[in-house]
């Protein structure tokens, strides 16, 4: 297959596009391991399924598969799955879904999909890492029907996979874990069959013997096994037969006693519950402890766990385990609030494990990551010699910590992974608080973020009798593939490094809040940049015929996540720098559409400003997204049209107060100013204020080019440096092919460029040796009255001229400045340490919740009408044997649940914004119905009336906020 790397022209990057088909190498012993024959069904979707598509024809694969489910082809227009348009139609098999609702859903879907391999000749299948990943039931049946899959084999899926499992074997393997209770089940089994005679006789009543179900019987009659492991093999037994031991009640039961326990225990600690199956965020809640100095911890712990129950629905509902015969398990762990979540990529062949680094996944909201950074011992080591050779021991000390907690993590991971036989690639995570670490959970399964790890280090691996004699792989399917294909041929690979760090930010479908934003059409999306690995599903691949982007639905039946942007560098400041730039370029166009673009954009500079080096915990995005719902309502609180009105007016009075300054600058010249350059200031200063996250961006690029003295800014930068580089921070800088609306004009261009020479001309003509005067010495030396050196003193009139001229209106600048400040934009940084010093003002919930209104306001609606928060998959009742939360006739408060609403694959309680009654159901059916954002969902009686404030209220307290920042950033005495 010569040529395949034209196969994907918008991205020809050669750290992921390369031939690896080693069937045409010149060793023979690399020869031996080609895997050209393998015929691989790829049965999951989403950015991984056109990533395996790409590896699988570079490695010389002729005959592999997708599968493709009516919502990606029928239900969704536009939203047909974009890599269509790269594979043969006879190779795309159509099913009703990827995962299946039930449990006979899936257990049909499995079936279906072993028939679509013999019937398509298929040797393999690979799931990527959605839910079929880590499925131990579908990947024994895959096994049972003859079919290899590319990813861990069963028995690791249980070792591994399900979380009360894997917890057990980190404590065997002496991996530290976070106290809680992972036997909820168990416990409920032996207290209804509390020894082995009980159990004996509850398996034969439901005819749960013999070897077919796990060896059960010969477990239940030995009386020297252990009574917890005779209750475990009764519920494996159960669930192989698909009976149930217990109902969702009594399991609900028991996890409200244990949480209990654990809050009575532990006060002033949150509990999170985790369903055993969960993984990407899913299938977790969080419940939130009693007071420290509660007067009875024991009854207060009670009344909180009584919210368990409910939580404990939410949590099998959202990992579809509430069905018969279900493993529904439910961990409950302490939460360690102050967290980091670290994990480590792991790779083996069930004879050795192999380490390739970590990456900080701390940067996450809704449990779902958004930006995920490699950690590398190398990384770590150059970083330290860096900070000290910078003077910064602290820092230098903090990332020494850093180098022997990731030591330690590899080394318990790599121990984890040989005991449960890991054959495939795995991912063990961690909660780090401190220099301790906890493990978390083990993802059975390639991970999103494995790119991170991958473009850091390849595996090499040598011939045994000739070290010579070697090859290197540099993908983690690739890798997988080879495993699944030769297994324990392979011999244990040396890590080789490749880049020196690794970064990816996830670019979802959110709202400026980071709100799952369901629906929205792609029309048009810039090309990658050099350094950008674009893993976008295939979005970007443009019509073969014309070369026109293809428009693209991004639909709601899916997690939010639309692409993976992915850059690397040398070092971690130099991958951080690329990813700006890739975020910076980057233009991303639709109908109804809403991504998290800018949100990276902010928090990126945010990071570069401070420390790439930091540790931010999982908590930090919140109070970091609450910050710039701050600096919105600041902004809110201004008119810029009234403050540039009145700039020129004040600019006019001083003049003409100043004797001789008419007669330099002649009569309204600085009105004709202040319209020539009306455009060049206010458009960018507008667009910052329209978009919060682009003012975080411009308040941490400006940090150190200004300082605040009695509430006045002090630029230690030429204004008009910042102006130009305000557009290049907004992508604004010319650009002959791009539209109008999108760059600078022409005639701000041309006085921009003219303002840039004659302060470089002038800073040349100070006659300083060596270097180049800095502002506030340049600014000095054109405030002086009488002409200096080198100008006569009508010309140095008419350079004082251009100087006012020049500065005149940039104060836009300041007033961005001051609101920074005015809302404590900068008390959010980083400590020596690298720890971040987050204020408490930002952790209050309510101010929370207002913020998030602030960043993506509500759809609007009557007082006497509750409409839907945002478009999904409406439903009544938390659970389907639950009654629904309201009906007609029914009284709630302020805050109690009305409905459930699905969106991105995330379920949402929606709680309500005022107490009253229901006088309407306005929607029909409670389970599975579609909505749109805004659609009225009841008709309400509010107990109290809603009173909206006085419009002329808002602008008498805007005006008067907007004469503040005049009066503070109009200096009288002039630039």
Same mark, same amino acid.
């Given at each position: 297959?010569?040529?395949?790397?034209?196969?994907?022209?918008?991205?020809?990057?050669?750290?992921?596009?390369?031939?690896?088909?080693?069937?045409?190498?010149?060793?023979?012993?690399?020869?031996?391991?080609?895997?050209?024959?393998?015929?691989?069904?790829?049965?999951?979707?989403?950015?991984?399924?056109?990533?395996?598509?790409?590896?699988?024809?570079?490695?010389?694969?002729?005959?592999?598969?997708?599968?493709?489910?009516?919502?990606?082809?029928?239900?969704?227009?536009?939203?047909?799955?974009?890599?269509?348009?790269?594979?043969?139609?006879?190779?795309?098999?159509?099913?009703?879904?990827?995962?299946?609702?039930?449990?006979?859903?899936?257990?049909?879907?499995?079936?279906?999909?072993?028939?679509?391999?013999?019937?398509?000749?298929?040797?393999?299948?690979?799931?990527?890492?959605?839910?079929?990943?880590?499925?131990?039931?579908?990947?024994?049946?895959?096994?049972?029907?003859?079919?290899?899959?590319?990813?861990?084999?069963?028995?690791?899926?249980?070792?591994?996979?399900?979380?009360?499992?894997?917890?057990?074997?980190?404590?065997?393997?002496?991996?530290?874990?976070?106290?809680?209770?992972?036997?909820?089940?168990?416990?409920?089994?032996?207290?209804?069959?509390?020894?082995?005679?009980?159990?004996?006789?509850?398996?034969?009543?439901?005819?749960?013997?013999?070897?077919?179900?796990?060896?059960?019987?010969?477990?239940?009659?030995?009386?020297?096994?252990?009574?917890?492991?005779?209750?475990?093999?009764?519920?494996?037994?159960?669930?192989?037969?698909?009976?149930?031991?217990?109902?969702?009640?009594?399991?609900?039961?028991?996890?409200?006693?244990?949480?209990?326990?654990?809050?009575?225990?532990?006060?002033?600690?949150?509990?999170?519950?985790?369903?055993?199956?969960?993984?990407?965020?899913?299938?977790?809640?969080?419940?939130?402890?009693?007071?420290?100095?509660?007067?009875?911890?024991?009854?207060?712990?009670?009344?909180?766990?009584?919210?368990?129950?409910?939580?404990?629905? +939410?949590?099998? *509902? #959202?990992?579809?385990?509430?069905? !018969? =015969?279900? @493993?529904?398990?439910?961990?409950? $762990?302490?939460? %360690? &609030?102050?967290?980091?979540?670290?994990?480590?990529?792991?790779?083996?062949?069930?004879?050795?494990?192999?380490?390739?680094?970590?990456?900080?996944?701390?940067?996450?909201?809704?449990?779902?990551?958004?930006?995920?950074?490699?950690?590398?011992?190398?990384?770590?080591?150059?970083?330290?010699?860096?900070?000290?050779?910078?003077?910064?021991?602290?820092?230098?000390?903090?990332?020494?910590?850093?180098?022997?907690?990731?030591?330690?993590? +590899?080394?318990? *991971? #790599?121990?984890?992974?040989?005991? !449960? =036989?890991? @054959?495939?690639?795995?991912?063990? $995570?961690?909660? %780090? &608080?401190?220099?301790?670490?906890?493990?978390?959970?083990?993802?059975?399964?390639?991970?999103?973020?494995?790119?991170?790890?991958?473009?850091?280090?390849?595996?090499?691996?040598?011939?045994?009798?000739?070290?010579?004699?070697?090859?290197?792989?540099?993908?983690?399917?690739?890798?997988?593939?080879?495993?699944?294909?030769?297994?324990?041929?392979?011999?244990?690979?040396?890590?080789?490094?490749?880049?020196?760090?690794?970064?990816?930010?996830?670019?979802? *479908?959110?709202?400026?809040?980071?709100?799952?934003?369901?629906?929205?059409?792609?029309?048009?999306?810039?090309?990658?940049?050099?350094?950008?690995?674009?893993?976008?599903?295939?979005?970007?691949?443009?019509?073969?015929?014309?070369?026109?982007?293809?428009?693209?639905?991004?639909?709601?039946?899916?997690?939010?996540?639309?692409?993976?942007?992915?850059?690397?560098?040398?070092?971690?400041?130099?991958?951080?720098?690329?990813?700006?730039?890739?975020?910076?370029?980057?233009?991303?166009?639709?109908?109804?559409?809403?991504?998290?673009?800018?949100?990276?954009?902010?928090?990126?500079?945010?990071?570069?400003?401070?420390?790439?080096?930091?540790?931010?915990?999982?908590?930090?995005?919140?109070?970091?997204?609450?910050?710039?719902?701050?600096?919105?309502?600041?902004?809110?609180?201004?008119?810029?049209?009234?403050?540039?009105?009145?700039?020129?007016?004040?600019?006019?009075?001083?003049?003409?107060?100043?004797?001789?300054?008419?007669?330099?600058?002649?009569?309204?010249?600085?009105?004709?100013?202040?319209?020539?350059?009306?455009?060049?200031?206010?458009?960018?200063?507008?667009?910052?204020?329209?978009?919060?996250?682009?003012?975080?961006?411009?308040?941490?690029?400006?940090?150190?080019?200004?300082?605040?003295?009695?509430?006045?800014?002090?630029?230690?930068?030429?204004?008009?440096?910042?102006?130009?580089?305000?557009?290049?921070?907004?992508?604004?800088?010319?650009?002959?092919?791009?539209?109008?609306?999108?760059?600078?004009?022409?005639?701000?261009?041309?006085?921009?460029?003219?303002?840039?020479?004659?302060?470089?001309?002038?800073?040349?003509?100070?006659?300083?040796?060596?270097?180049?005067?800095?502002?506030?010495?340049?600014?000095?030396?054109?405030?002086?009255?009488?002409?200096?050196?080198?100008?006569?003193?009508?010309?140095?009139?008419?350079?004082?001229?251009?100087?006012?001229?020049?500065?005149?209106?940039?104060?836009?600048?300041?007033?961005?400045?001051?609101?920074?400040?005015?809302?404590?934009?900068?008390?959010?940084?980083?400590?020596?340490?690298?720890?971040?010093?987050?204020?408490?003002?930002?952790?209050?919930?309510?101010?929370?919740?207002?913020?998030?209104?602030?960043?993506?306001?509500?759809?609007?609606?009557?007082?006497?009408?509750?409409?839907?928060?945002?478009?999904?998959?409406?439903?009544?009742?938390?659970?389907?044997?639950?009654?629904?939360?309201?009906?007609?006739?029914?009284?709630?408060?302020?805050?109690?649940?009305?409905?459930?609403?699905?969106?991105?694959?995330?379920?949402?309680?929606?709680?309500?914004?005022?107490?009253?009654?229901?006088?309407?159901?306005?929607?029909?059916?409670?389970?599975?119905?579609?909505?749109?954002?805004?659609?009225?969902?009841?008709?309400?009686?509010?107990?109290?009336?809603?009173?909206?404030?006085?419009?002329?209220?808002?602008?008498?307290?805007?005006?008067?906020?907007?004469?503040?920042?005049?009066?503070?950033?109009?200096?009288?005495?002039?630039?």
């Amino acid at each position: 297959m010569d040529g395949f790397e034209g196969k994907r022209g918008y991205d020809r990057n050669p750290r992921v596009v390369r031939d690896r088909r080693l069937g045409r190498s010149s060793s023979a012993w690399a020869r031996s391991f080609a895997a050209d024959d393998v015929r691989p069904l790829i049965v999951c979707r989403g950015p991984i399924r056109k990533e395996a598509m790409d590896v699988f024809a570079q490695m010389g694969m002729e005959h592999y598969g997708i599968l493709l489910s009516e919502k990606d082809s029928i239900v969704y227009t536009h939203a047909l799955a974009p890599e269509l348009r790269c594979i043969h139609p006879a190779h795309v098999h159509r099913v009703k879904d990827y995962t299946g609702a039930t449990k006979d859903e899936r257990i049909k879907l499995m079936q279906e999909i072993v028939a679509i391999a013999r019937t398509g000749g298929y040797t393999h299948v690979f799931a990527g890492y959605g839910f079929m990943a880590e499925d131990e039931e579908f990947v024994r049946t895959l096994e049972e029907a003859g079919l290899v899959f590319i990813g861990p084999r069963s028995s690791v899926q249980r070792a591994a996979g399900l979380k009360d499992e894997a917890k057990r074997t980190a404590l065997a393997t002496a991996v530290s874990v976070t106290p809680g209770i992972d036997d909820a089940t168990r416990r409920i089994v032996l207290r209804k069959w509390p020894d082995h005679a009980a159990l004996r006789a509850a398996a034969a009543e439901r005819g749960l013997r013999g070897a077919a179900v796990g060896g059960v019987a010969g477990e239940l009659r030995s009386a020297g096994v252990p009574l917890a492991e005779a209750a475990d093999a009764l519920l494996a037994a159960a669930y192989a037969q698909r009976v149930d031991l217990y109902t969702t009640d009594e399991l609900c039961e028991e996890l409200e006693r244990g949480a209990a326990e654990l809050l009575a225990r532990h006060p002033g600690r949150r509990i999170r519950l985790k369903a055993i199956g969960g993984g990407g965020g899913k299938g977790q809640r969080l419940l939130a402890g009693i007071a420290p100095d509660a007067a009875d911890p024991e009854a207060a712990a009670r009344a909180r766990a009584a919210e368990v129950p409910a939580l404990a629905r +939410e949590v099998l *509902a #959202e990992v579809k385990a509430a069905g !018969v =015969g279900d @493993n529904k398990n439910i961990l409950l $762990e302490l939460n %360690v &609030e102050e967290t980091r979540h670290n994990e480590i990529q792991l790779i083996g062949n069930g004879a050795w494990c192999v380490a390739l680094g970590g990456r900080d996944c701390s940067l996450q909201m809704h449990e779902q990551k958004l930006l995920e950074v490699a950690i590398t011992q190398e990384g770590l080591l150059e970083a330290i010699e860096r900070a000290r050779a910078a003077g910064e021991e602290p820092r230098a000390a903090s990332l020494e910590r850093e180098l022997a907690s990731i030591a330690r993590m +590899e080394a318990e *991971a #790599e121990r984890f992974g040989q005991a !449960v =036989g890991l @054959n495939s690639a795995s991912t063990f $995570e961690c909660i %780090v &608080e401190g220099d301790h670490h906890y493990f978390m959970e083990v993802n059975t399964r390639i991970q999103v973020e494995h790119r991170v790890s991958e473009l850091c280090y390849a595996l090499r691996f040598e011939n045994p009798d000739d070290p010579a004699d070697a090859f290197e792989v540099t993908s983690l399917i690739e890798c997988m593939v080879l495993l699944a294909r030769h297994g324990e041929r392979l011999p244990r690979p040396s890590r080789v490094r490749r880049e020196g760090s690794a970064v990816e930010a996830r670019l979802n *479908a959110t709202n400026n809040a980071l709100e799952p934003h369901a629906a929205g059409v792609i029309v048009s999306w810039s090309d990658p940049h050099p350094h950008e690995i674009r893993d976008d599903q295939g979005i970007c691949v443009k019509n073969p015929d014309t070369g026109v982007f293809m428009h693209y639905r991004v639909a709601g039946a899916y997690d939010s996540n639309i692409a993976l942007l992915v850059t690397y560098g040398g070092s971690r400041e130099e991958t951080y720098l690329r990813l700006c730039e890739i975020l910076r370029t980057t233009t991303l166009r639709g109908n109804d559409l809403h991504t998290n673009l800018v949100f990276h954009y902010g928090l990126v500079h945010w990071f570069l400003a401070r420390s790439v080096w930091a540790k931010p915990t999982t908590r930090f995005v919140v109070p970091y997204l609450t910050q710039v719902g701050l600096l919105a309502v600041e902004l809110g609180g201004l008119d810029f049209d009234a403050m540039w009105s009145e700039l020129g007016a004040r600019h006019e009075r001083r003049l003409a107060a100043r004797a001789g300054a008419a007669d330099a600058t002649g009569g309204g010249a600085l009105r004709k100013v202040f319209a020539l350059k009306d455009t060049l200031v206010r458009r960018p200063v507008e667009r910052i204020c329209a978009e919060p996250h682009l003012l975080s961006a411009w308040l941490s690029r400006n940090m150190g080019s200004f300082e605040i003295r009695s509430g006045r800014v002090r630029w230690r930068k030429n204004p008009v440096e910042v102006l130009a580089d305000t557009y290049w921070l907004l992508n604004m800088t010319p650009e002959p092919r791009a539209p109008a609306a999108h760059v600078i004009w022409d005639h701000d261009q041309e006085v921009l460029s003219r303002a840039l020479g004659f302060y470089r001309r002038a800073g040349e003509r100070m006659g300083r040796a060596g270097s180049a005067p800095s502002w506030p010495e340049l600014r000095a030396h054109l405030s002086q009255d009488t002409a200096p050196p080198g100008y006569d003193d009508e010309l140095w009139q008419r350079v004082r001229g251009a100087h006012l001229g020049f500065q005149a209106g940039l104060e836009l600048l300041d007033a961005l400045v001051l609101a920074g400040d005015a809302a404590r934009f900068f008390e959010l940084h980083v400590r020596d340490d690298g720890t971040v010093a987050i204020p408490e003002r930002l952790f209050d919930r309510d101010l929370s919740a207002r913020m998030r209104k602030v960043l993506a306001p509500p759809p609007a609606m009557r007082a006497n009408e509750i409409v839907a928060v945002t478009g999904g998959m409406f439903y009544a009742q938390e659970a389907p044997d639950r009654p629904p939360f309201v009906k007609k006739g029914s009284h709630f408060a302020a805050g109690d649940p009305l409905y459930v609403i699905e969106v991105m694959k995330m379920f949402n309680k929606v709680l309500a914004p005022c107490s009253g009654t229901i006088e309407e159901v306005l929607i029909d059916g409670g389970e599975g119905t579609i909505v749109q954002k805004g659609q009225p969902l009841f008709r309400v009686k509010p107990d109290e009336v809603l009173v909206e404030e006085d419009s002329a209220e808002r602008a008498r307290r805007r005006r008067e906020q907007t004469l503040r920042y005049i009066d503070a950033i109009f200096d009288a005495e002039g630039p």
